[in-house]
């Protein structure tokens, strides 16, 4: 079965720190972008950063830039993400996907294959 499962995040004060992480079965991550989406209240779901598995480049929409770090070990076919300096902003439900990803100038996507996590809530008090 195609699939990703994410395990991580929880709740956190302000400053803190969390980590998500997703691993693929069924499929691995050769050549296709991988990354994190998330939905935040009142918005709709929004690219996090993203990894082109064709060349490794990462890119990140602006409000992760410089917090959140996007990894991933394609023999593992995991990826992660860790979030520091967390605001109640980023409060929402963080979603890994496979074959799709949006964030800053990048666009990707593999007419094989998409895949997402079942999601992840996040909850950042003041």
């Known amino acids: 079965e195609v699939q990703l499962v994410q395990s991580g995040g929880g709740s956190v004060q302000a400053g803190g720190s969390l980590r998500l992480s997703c691993a693929a079965s069924g499929f691995s991550f050769d050549d296709v972008a991988i990354g994190w989406f998330r939905q935040v209240p009142g918005k709709e779901r929004e690219g996090v950063a993203c990894i082109n598995s064709r060349d490794g480049s990462i890119y990140h929409e602006d409000f992760a830039r410089g917090r959140f770090f996007i990894s991933s070990d394609n023999v593992k076919n995991t990826m992660a993400l860790q979030m520091n300096s967390l605001t109640p902003d980023d409060t929402g439900v963080y979603y890994c996907?496979?074959?799709?990803?949006?964030?800053?100038?990048?666009?990707?996507?593999?007419?094989?294959?998409?895949?997402w996590g079942a999601g992840s809530p996040v909850t950042v008090s003041s």
């Open positions: 996907v496979a074959g799709f990803c949006r964030a800053g100038i990048y666009y990707g996507r593999d007419s094989r294959l998409e895949v």
